[in-house]
């Protein structure tokens, strides 16, 4: 496993969870790193990303002013802050790396095994 991610669970709407992606066997400090999610019966969607360096994030419209991306590259670990969770927010989500710095959306070779987020109404 070289990406993995940590931090899911059942939260109710309107609550927190961070999430964690820490890399291992080999270092992904100097990549870019997003997080994805794919909901039940829906298509992956792109959530946030950041630079290797993390002078730039990048959130999708669904998550702005909620979401919070950033990252340690001394423990070369990504991480996610939900807040005020809605139950739309619920989905598997995925971190992902790439040392590709051309687009933060897509382009992204390397992927975590996922962490499953649930909100309750």
């Known amino acids: 496993v070289q990406l993995q991610a940590s931090g899911g669970g059942l939260v109710q709407a309107g609550g927190s969870l961070r999430l964690s992606c820490a890399a291992s066997?080999?270092?992904?400090?100097?990549?870019?790193k997003g997080w994805f999610r794919r909901a039940p019966g829906k298509e992956r969607e792109f959530v946030a990303a950041i630079t290797w360096s993390g002078s730039t994030t990048v959130l999708a419209d669904s998550v702005k002013g909620r979401f919070t991306i950033s990252r340690d590259n001394a423990k070369d670990t990504v991480y996610l802050q939900m807040n005020s969770l809605k139950p739309e927010d619920t989905a598997v989500y995925y971190c992902?790396?790439?040392?590709?710095?051309?687009?933060?959306?897509?382009?992204?070779?390397?992927w975590g095994q996922g962490t499953q987020v649930t909100v309750s109404s």
């Open positions: 066997g080999r270092t992904f400090s100097r990549y870019k």
């Open positions: 992902a790396a790439d040392s590709r710095s051309t687009s933060l959306v897509n382009l992204y070779d390397y």
